[in-house]
């Protein structure tokens, strides 16, 4: 079975921006991590299109609100392939999402968590959704506010389905209790756990009156009721609809289990409290995680399509190129806090390690200048006792083989999905090699045959290589140029040989390539 792993699927009430790409690109390194470690991994975006904030949008533009989604839903496409990123796209507006938002609703109403009822309370629409008064805050104007968003609300009275999430609370303890990280970063898994513990879940409205929403999911009739007794016409709540898409996304790529859900902070509620209890209630499998990543900030405010201080991410890619716009988001972005973005930064990211670290590596041990093949078959020879003529040399290959972390540092880092550590480690690795070559000298005649020369230059050959095959997530393009420099096998360019000496023999007939990556 397939772990699928999921995007947050973006509205299209205006042009994707920075938040949008990053999601996207730290799903797909998420995912390429796992395939990496021979994990079956697929990766699903897409686009919400319901909702009032979308037919607002649509109505200033004076379009039909489909007119208007498939505008945005394509550009939202093309961002995902812009960004490297291999994944199934689901529009909400599909006749399939629309068959699985309906077969959802439908599998709760047989378990009986829906009910019909009356409703009324602050309603956010840019947030599609209701708040309770400790939810809200006042502006300089007096105005009530989301705590959340800083979005306004506006006070709604209205006839509603409604699902009992307050029957769940328990069970949604009892998850947070014995999944450990069932979010990550920690910090959250605790908060929310002790918002469960401590705040009593009311029943959420999973319906609006279709005079008032009307573009959305239909929410099947119900014969039991009519119009005499409430029964109107409804469409089903946009987040119920929006959530549903996890179920589309793993039909379209053949049944997946399990889900891991990437998700920005503003929407941590609805995939870790609403999304598994529609889940339990249904009978469905739970998710195995969800991560939940920081927003990215211009000067101390959260970028937003509505605050107009967005980065325009297509300008980014071209900028820096696919591997260069990937790696300034990753290394500069945590799950636990805001993260600044610069541009001026980002470029001499680009700069100073893809360029100058990682490529330069690479281009001196692959300099003509060197017999690798030689140099690898000496320290081959003495790493497997065929010859034991240089004894300190052997504790020392011996030594840096039983003191190497550099994959077991990595791996602690892109499991917790820090990928900013995950590439520190490699940038000091490469730091590391480039400054031990410098003082082997291994280039200078006198020291060509030394075996401590060889073994220096060898070493930094491995390290390169190493740290190739872990880049392969963050920049897959860049990596395989450097694989392919080292002419390193594509069966040898997985987890398994991603530690010190585990493949010496690669290049026995290594030609030297003096292209430089840009």
């Known amino acids: 079975m397939k772990t699928l792993l999921t995007t947050p699927i973006f509205y299209v009430n205006a042009a994707p921006h920075l938040g949008h790409l990053y999601s996207i690109v730290l799903t797909d390194v998420a995912r390429r991590w796992k395939l990496l470690n021979g994990v079956d991994s697929v990766m699903s975006t897409g686009t919400d299109e319901h909702g009032t904030k979308i037919a607002r949008a649509a109505e200033s533009k004076n379009m039909a609100p489909k007119q208007h989604a498939d505008i945005l839903s394509a550009q939202f496409q093309k961002l995902s392939k812009m960004a490297g990123a291999n994944a199934t796209f689901i529009r909400t507006t599909s006749d399939l999402h629309h068959k699985h938002a309906t077969d959802l609703w439908n599998k709760l109403k047989a378990k009986e968590v829906l009910y019909r009822g009356q409703h009324s309370g602050f309603y956010c629409v840019s947030d599609e959704c209701f708040y309770s008064p400790d939810e809200l805050i006042k502006d300089e104007n007096g105005n009530l506010l989301s705590r959340l968003s800083g979005n306004p609300v506006e006070w709604h009275e209205e006839q509603n389905w409604f699902f009992q999430l307050s029957k769940f609370q328990n069970k949604l303890i009892e998850l947070f209790e014995t999944q450990k990280d069932f979010v990550l970063p920690p910090s959250r898994q605790k908060s929310i756990l002790d918002e469960l513990k401590h705040t009593k879940l009311k029943d959420l409205s999973v319906s609006r009156p279709k005079s008032r929403v009307s573009w959305g999911v239909p929410v099947p009739k119900d014969s039991s009721l009519n119009s005499a007794s409430g029964e109107m016409e409804d469409t089903m709540y946009v987040w119920f609809d929006a959530l549903a898409n996890y179920l589309t996304a793993s039909t379209i790529n053949g049944g997946c289990e399990p889900f891991i859900h990437v998700v920005g902070k503003d929407i941590q509620k609805f995939h870790t409290i609403f999304w598994p209890a529609f889940l339990m209630a249904a009978g469905e499998p739970l998710p195995e995680k969800v991560v939940i990543h920081s927003h990215w900030t211009v000067d101390g405010v959260k970028m937003s399509k509505s605050k107009g201080n967005v980065v325009d991410p297509f300008s980014l890619i071209e900028s820096l190129g696919v591997d260069g716009m990937r790696y300034a988001l990753c290394i500069d972005a945590n799950l636990e806090n805001d993260s600044a973005f610069n541009m001026e930064r980002a470029i001499e990211r680009h700069n100073v390690n893809l360029v100058n670290k990682w490529s330069n590596l690479a281009s001196r041990v692959c300099s003509p200048a060197f017999n690798l093949p030689q140099a690898l078959k000496r320290m081959s020879d003495l790493k497997t006792g065929k010859v034991n003529d240089n004894p300190k040399l052997l504790e020392e290959i011996n030594a840096l083989v039983e003191n190497d972390a550099l994959l077991e540092k990595c791996s602690q880092a892109a499991n917790a999905y820090e990928f900013g ?98």
């Open 421 to 518: 550590k995950y590439l520190q480690v490699l940038n000091n690795a490469a730091m590391d090699a480039n400054e031990r070559l410098q003082l082997a000298e291994p280039w200078k005649n006198e020291n060509k045959n030394k075996d401590e020369s060889i073994f220096a230059l060898v070493e930094a050959i491995d390290t390169c290589r190493i740290i190739a095959i872990l880049l392969q997530p963050v920049c897959p393009n860049y990596a395989f140029d450097m694989l392919d420099r080292l002419q390193i096998p594509k069966e040898r360019r997985n987890i398994n040989y991603a530690q010190r000496f585990a493949d010496l023999d690669y290049i026995p007939d290594f030609k030297p390539v003096v292209t430089r990556i840009k």
